[in-house]
């Protein structure tokens, strides 16, 4: 949990939008906690780079499309989803996740 909290702060602090958490500790067996967030392009290059000095680089698995309108964080138990506007829209993760708990 502590990982998280600091993966939400880091987030909060470049400012995204429309930041939720959702639980899955009961749900998979691969990552506990699954985090979107709506971000501009500017954003998303600052957040990587925020959680990148956050935390150790055993910490942050993978970084998946870094200069794109989806970025995708692994940090092994919590997954990072930030979305521009329009990807976020049309994926629908908040609606495909809504029978998960959400935790914010």
Known sequence: ?????????TLEDVKVKDLKVFDFEQVSPFYDYF??????????NAA???????FDQS???N???????????????????LFQEEDRQYYGFDQRLLGVKRII
Do not use: F, Y
């Not at 949990?1 to 702060?9: A, D, S």
């Not at 985090?35 to 998303?44: E, L, Y």
């Open 59 to 61: 910490e942050i698995k």
């Open 35 to 44: 985090v979107i967030a709506t971000i501009n392009p500017r954003q998303g």
């Open 48 to 54: 990587v780079n925020s959680l990148k000095k956050a």
């Open 63 to 81: 970084v998946e499309g870094k200069d794109g309108s989806w970025i995708l964080i692994d940090a092994n138990e919590v997954i990072v989803h």
């Open 1 to 9: 949990m502590e990982k998280l909290n600091k993966i939400i702060q």
